[in-house]
């Protein structure tokens, strides 16, 4: 009877543990600058939501930049105001014209960047969203890339800024990006909030999972792991009962 109790202690003890691991895995995971876009719909505009977690255990974040795109730029670009952020937009002139809706385009937003007050720097274990409305969305299938750069008050900079590649493993640092997709409808009002058409699937960063995908992924993690738990609890009483008869 001893070796069964301590048999089906030693099983319920590995289910939990593996579900912690899960659960850590997926937080880790989440631990990502990534980009949620609010509509991915090509010829529109959207609101582009970076989430920006405090990775550091002896330093705050101070500042974020993100890189905008310059192959296919965007003509309107507006920063959503933050309490204790000084938001700054800066243009530059693009490598090569570029045709957008039937004009040249030589100059454009190249970067936004997001800069706190010593009261509002991200401390240990604290994230922050940060949010611009972009348009007009190149062609369906074009992945939009934002390189994140990072900065931490003891100088040190996080650069986000690795491309993901199809069938390999996520890079350590990857670039907050998404791929556009047809257009449904008409377009949104020019520099409204476009919403995601209910039957088009609002894909997160390409190359890291968005905090709800993560969340979802931690709490199966956790019931998988309950109930492995009780079934491993269950065994435990049954052995009892069966040792007492």
């Known amino acids: ?108 937003a190249a970067s936004v960047a997001w800069t706190a007050d010593a009261a509002h720097q991200l401390s240990q274990h604290e994230y922050q969203t940060f949010s611009i409305s972009v348009g007009r969305l190149p062609k369906a299938g074009t992945t939009v890339t934002l390189p994140a750069a990072q900065a931490y008050t003891d100088g040190t900079v996080v650069n986000w800024n690795q491309p993901a590649v199809e069938g390999q493993a996520e890079p350590d640092k990857p670039a907050p990006s998404f791929v556009t997709t047809a257009a449904a409808g008409e377009h949104g009002a020019h520099g409204a909030v476009a919403e995601t058409p209910a039957a088009e699937a609002t894909p997160a960063s390409a190359t890291s999972p968005a905090a709800g995908d993560s969340n979802a992924l931690g709490w199966a993690g956790l019931g998988a792991g309950l109930l492995g738990l009780a079934a491993g609890v269950a065994a435990l009483l049954r052995t009892r009962k069966a040792a007492g008869n």
């Open 1 to 108: 009877m001893k070796t069964s109790i301590a048999r089906t202690l030693k099983t319920t003890t590995a289910l939990a543990a593996a579900a912690g691991l899960t659960i850590l895995g997926a937080g880790a995971a989440s631990a990502h600058v990534s980009v949620d876009p609010a509509s991915t719909s090509e010829g529109g505009f959207s609101q582009l939501t970076f989430r920006v977690p405090n990775e550091s255990e002896t330093a705050k974040t101070s500042k974020i930049t993100v890189t905008l795109p310059t192959e296919t730029p965007f003509t309107s670009v507006s920063v959503k105001p933050m309490d204790g952020w000084k938001a700054e937009i800066k243009e530059a002139k693009l490598p090569k014209p570029v045709e957008v809706e039937g004009a040249t385009i030589t100059k454009a």
